[in-house]
């Protein structure tokens, strides 16, 4: 009977993909290729996993593999648009190690006060937000203008806003 049980780096990627992904994000802005990078560092990792050591945190590991992906994406795309420095991007790949406390807790208020929107507002916010849908289809599909809709947008960002910082605190402190 063969084996049934994943891979061990299966499992680690699976338990770790929305963190490696809006890190993976956060250093190059654009969704698509978000997941481009995202899937060279898979295979990467899947390549050197033998060196992998279990007794330390994966993904730590798996940040450093991605910041390597992220630096090979730039340079590629920099003969199609101006990019910033490898400096910078070290900079922010650096603040953003140093926030990941932050992040988590302010990313679990977020999915919190999210839930507590209306069912409308949540399916505008999904729409515009996790489905990427642009302000002009959106704005066709419900039949309403741009404005409105931006200004439902606003109304809604602000809502969260105010749930999450008085989740967190607006020092960052819980």
């Given at each position: 009977?063969?084996?049934?049980?994943?891979?061990?780096?299966?499992?680690?990627?699976?338990?770790?993909?929305?963190?490696?992904y809006?890190?993976?994000?956060?250093?190059?802005?654009?969704?698509?290729?978000?997941?481009?990078?995202?899937?060279?560092?898979?295979?990467?990792?899947?390549?050197?996993?033998?060196?992998?050591?279990?007794?330390?945190?994966?993904?730590?590991?798996?940040?450093?593999?991605?910041?390597?992906?992220?630096?090979?994406?730039?340079?590629?795309?920099s003969?199609?648009?101006?990019?910033?420095?490898?400096?910078?991007v070290?900079?922010?790949?650096?603040?953003?190690?140093?926030?990941?406390?932050?992040?988590?807790?302010?990313?679990?208020?977020?999915?919190?006060?999210?839930?507590?929107?209306?069912?409308?507002?949540?399916?505008?916010?999904?729409?515009?937000?996790?489905?990427?849908?642009?302000?002009?289809?959106?704005?066709?599909?419900?039949?309403?203008?741009?404005?409105?809709?931006?200004?439902?947008?606003?109304?809604?960002?602000?809502?969260?806003?105010?749930?999450?910082?008085?989740?967190?605190?607006?020092?960052?402190?819980?």
């Amino acid at each position: 009977m063969p084996d049934t049980n994943p891979h061990p780096l299966v499992v680690l990627l699976s338990d770790h993909h929305d963190q490696l992904y809006r890190y993976i994000f956060s250093l190059v802005g654009q969704a698509h290729d978000a997941r481009d990078v995202l899937q060279e560092t898979s295979f990467a990792l899947y390549e050197r996993f033998d060196s992998f050591d279990e007794s330390r945190p994966f993904l730590p590991w798996a940040y450093k593999f991605a910041y390597i992906h992220v630096l090979s994406w730039r340079r590629r795309k920099s003969k199609e648009m101006p990019t910033i420095s490898a400096d910078v991007v070290e900079l922010l790949a650096k603040e953003r190690d140093e926030k990941q406390a932050e992040l988590n807790e302010r990313l679990s208020a977020l999915e919190d006060c999210l839930t507590r929107l209306p069912e409308e507002d949540r399916r505008l916010i999904g729409n515009r937000y996790l489905q990427g849908t642009s302000p002009d289809a959106m704005a066709e599909t419900l039949n309403t203008s741009r404005r409105t809709l931006y200004r439902d947008l606003k109304r809604i960002r602000h809502q969260l806003m105010n749930c999450i910082h008085h989740k967190v605190g607006m020092d960052g402190a819980t």
